[in-house]
């Protein structure tokens, strides 16, 4: 199946700031990449996601990055705010496949 | 619509039980993946069912069985219950797609539990 590593396992920023989670997947056929933020206690919800035949896309303060040949994707966060705070996890799909596989998360912590 | 519903939301239970829980997915998904989120560890694959079948298997042992009703409803079991298993096992609907019907998953609250 599909190996998922993401980096970093923690991230501190303070209010304002940037900040850039990065994952890489193992099979080249992967070709969809959704994230999902889980805030303390409350089930992971998905934020943005992309398709192996995009490069990047963009929502208000979050983008999501797509290098197919280095097979690897981040997100990116601008102007961060606290209530960016939680744990976000990245994941693939293999093609032809319907299941994730996910990294093992990163806990963003957004200072005032 | 109404979300993914998962029962119960907490459970404690001595080692050596049984337990069973159960996840309704949202109305038109036919596939309900699990998963276990346990600390450090991110969330861990167990089965996806789709159309009462299942259709991919994670690595996890033989005590984990999982099935799929005619209306999608799922549930998973874990018979012989371990002190490890404690853990908050989320469920996952999704239209279930394998072709050009790329859709994510929509997690249901997660079941807490505790074994003692």
């Known amino acids: 199946g599909e190996n998922v590593e993401q980096h970093p396992s923690t991230l501190s920023v303070q209010e304002g700031d940037s900040a850039v989670i990065k994952c890489t997947y193992s099979?080249?056929?992967?070709?969809?990449f959704p994230w999902y933020k889980q805030e303390l206690g409350k089930r992971p919800q998905l934020i943005i996601d992309i398709r192996s035949n995009v490069g990047e896309k963009k929502d208000q303060r979050i983008a999501v990055t797509l290098n197919k040949t280095a097979k690897h994707f981040s997100l990116h966060i601008t102007e961060t705010q606290p209530e960016d705070s939680a744990v976000y996890f990245c994941?693939?799909?293999?093609?032809?496949?319907?299941?994730?596989?996910f990294g093992k998360g990163t806990m963003l912590l957004v200072s005032p | 619509k109404a979300g993914v519903t998962q029962t119960p939301r907490y459970l404690i239970k001595t080692r050596g039980q049984q337990v069973t829980l159960s996840c309704s997915p949202i109305s038109g998904h036919r596939s309900v993946s699990w998963y276990q989120q346990t600390p450090g560890q991110g969330l861990q694959f167990l089965f996806e069912?789709?159309?009462?079948?299942?259709?991919n298997k994670g690595n996890f042992p033989g005590r984990f069985s999982g099935r799929q009703f005619s209306n999608s409803r799922s549930e998973m079991n874990v018979s012989t219950l371990e002190l490890g298993d404690s853990a908050l096992y989320l469920c996952?609907?999704?239209?279930?797609?394998?072709?050009?019907?790329?859709?994510?998953?929509?997690f249901g609250s997660g079941t807490r539990l505790t074994v003692v």
């Open positions: 099979d080249s056929a992967s070709n969809y």
């Open positions: 996952a609907s999704s239209l279930g797609g394998t072709g050009g019907d790329l859709d994510g998953y929509t």
């Open positions: 069912y789709f159309s009462e079948t299942q259709r």
């Open positions: 994941a693939a799909r293999l093609s032809g496949y319907s299941t994730l596989s």
